[in-house]
């Protein structure tokens, strides 16, 4: 088989940078909703959060001990063992009093430390002896040690983490206002496209578009409200781009400049295309545009690995600036040595699946075409080669997204 | 607030190493279900996917264009444009005929080559003139190129992205075998437990553990089954730990040395403590072990942050492991430099929140005690100093688990 070569570098392609800076400009976070707690995890604080009371409100045993008062436990040492009342309540302690405490227990009154469990020489029910003391405020956590009430604990636009969901119910915070999440629907163009489950007809493709895109909406942070397969129907591509009450509508398919392309000139016609040929390959006829209510729609090519790469580089940026998030693509990167070269068209930013060959190693896959989605089965990662860029020679240094965490 | 001391390691304390060793050795993948393409985003194949045809099954036109017969194109040129029929149909080819195709479109029979729009000089509905050539399989996919019948795409152990998704899709891959996602019972001992929204009495506690542990299970491909809060209940743990079709049972609270601490000596009651005591801190007091009917149990110290840590660099390697993933901790890491020195105790492993103060150099978090949830909210990652550290010097090159993607 022998490739079509990327598409030349014109004077109307758009380049990613460009993209990525039409995006940042022309969207903005969706409206903001409030959500209880159980319902934050992953999404992006629309507002600060300030703690508004002291945490903890109260001191509190750090440790399972013997809450006591420091000043009474001067003197005692192992030759010396102290003996102390066990106190059977845990409000408040007279002198010479201790009281078994939790770790995380509120003290007594009038007590100011935890002795540790270890110190205990010889105890009964009523009574124990002490062969060490401990300073005033040991193994105790202050009020407001964790945080002032007053403090903002996290900021506008920070994505809630597991660990941030505690932090809320632990300064019980039961609700916030969070950035909405993008309402997407998904509309497929294509020529007899059969659900991929069916026998294949000849004529037909399977769609691998829908299962992936749904995927990576879902990661990014949006909602698919609907998706519509229309073959080759205008009209109900019309009506699609006419539907309401979404924040980005989805085409894929239908992109380029073949016989049943109608995508961008139905765009073109019943709204407007911002962006169209975008200097990346693949997923380079991706467009960008608005409906005529201003509905950001975004054109996917159909070839899953274009729409794969289109969804990656440029169309999810979009989703995560709707909902708040970075634009930066969600992969992790590491500097790794490629041990063969990679030619790259310049005026094009070009992506090449790689894998792992030796420890800190990658090469390019060639077990498929750079264009199939089979070359990320045995990909560890990608790399994108800069459109000034003709390619990196072997034993250069390239940042690679790996693949680990691109789900 | 002076803190408690990490607790000094003892002859019969388990070094983390020795933990996840047990852990790697005792537990095995849970049982597998075949389960819908759908509903495979995330889990990890317990079979490996072998292709049971070619993809392409037929040749195809990588991009809109003309197919034709690449003999009869032999010498077009701009000077000696060739005339074409244009063929109606696209299911076979007459000689000196060419048709439209749009990019996968399956080439018509007796077609080997398609041939770009721009090659097109005139046209109209029944011919055109071509000005330049093509080689035989000029941008067309042949069968099998991105993958020939009988390859294994996948194999056994990896958990499917997105794109995979896609892959399996386009292979008409319907439903597969992966490993059983791990059922996991969550119980919270603990001296009046409140949720966290309503008004905290003076001896109660806000249950900040379980919405952060439901999160972090989740995440590494658990299933929570059921949340029981028993309080001080020495039956209600008992009856807990007699549930059945569960494949781990999460004890949170009770784990100390207190006089409310009873996860522990119950477990030994009904089942058998085999880790109790990790060298581990915050977390140290987390414990791993069997019910009679040999389900794993893993108690978690109630102290959010203890809970937390313990779960993050213990437990969550039990779901993975169960689930089939790596034991390893799902987060991504980066080598930066340390702004100031960490001093750690020798024979216990300690977590480190640190926080980004400039371009790769961090520093460790103050704002709030290490063992407090608040010191992750200004964290952007954490080092672990292993237990035969005492420590690491300013301007040291540490390694980083970055915060970023522990979500």
Not at 287 to 311: D, E, I, K, Q, S
Request: include cysteine.
């Amino acid at each position: 088989m022998k490739s079509a070569p990327p598409r030349p570098a014109r004077a109307r392609c758009w380049s990613l940078d460009e993209v990525l800076a039409w995006i940042a400009a022309e969207l903005t976070p969706t409206s903001p909703e409030t959500l209880p707690r159980i319902e934050l995890f992953g999404r992006v604080l629309a507002t600060d959060v300030v703690a508004f009371a002291d945490e903890p409100l109260q001191p509190r045993a750090l440790i399972d001990g013997l809450a006591a008062r420091a000043d009474d436990l001067v003197g005692a040492t192992a030759y010396n063992p102290l003996s102390f009342r066990l106190s059977a309540s845990t409000e408040a302690l007279r002198a010479r009093e201790v009281a078994l405490v939790n770790a995380g227990d509120p003290l007594p009154t009038d007590s100011d430390a935890v002795v540790p469990l270890d110190y205990v020489h010889a105890a009964d029910a009523n009574r124990c002896e002490l062969i060490d003391s401990v300073p005033s405020g040991h193994a105790v956590e202050a009020v407001g040690s964790h945080v002032r009430r007053g403090t903002t604990v996290f900021s506008t636009g920070r994505q809630l983490s597991a660990a941030d969901i505690g932090v809320l119910a632990q300064l019980g915070i039961g609700s916030l206002s969070v950035i909405g999440q993008p309402r997407i629907g998904l509309v497929l163009v294509g020529r007899d496209l059969v659900d991929s489950d069916c026998p294949l007809a000849k004529s037909a493709t399977r769609d691998a578009d829908s299962p992936m895109l749904s995927r990576l909406i879902e990661r990014d942070g949006g909602l698919v409200v609907f998706q519509h397969s229309i073959g080759r129907d205008v009209a109900a591509l019309h009506a699609a781009l006419a539907e309401i009450g979404l924040d980005a509508i989805f085409v894929v398919g239908g992109t380029g400049q073949g016989p049943d392309d109608l995508s961008s000139s139905v765009l073109a016609e019943t709204g407007s295309v911002a962006i169209h040929e975008i200097a990346l390959y693949p997923g380079g006829s991706a467009a960008l545009g608005h409906t005529a209510r201003h509905t950001l729609v975004c054109l996917l090519p159909g070839r899953p690995a274009a729409c794969l790469w289109a969804y990656e580089i440029v169309v999810g940026g979009s989703v995560r600036r709707l909902g708040g998030r970075d634009l930066a693509l969600p992969y992790e990167t590491c500097s790794l040595t490629l041990a063969r070269k990679i030619v790259s068209t310049i005026g094009v930013t070009e992506i090449w699946p790689v894998r792992m060959t030796d420890f800190n190693i990658v090469e390019p896959v060639t077990t498929a075409p750079r264009d199939s989605l089979l070359a990320l089965a045995s990909a560890d990662g990608f790399i994108i080669v800069p459109e000034a860029s003709e390619g990196l020679p072997a034993g250069a240094t390239a940042k690679v997204y790996l693949r680990g965490l691109c789900r």
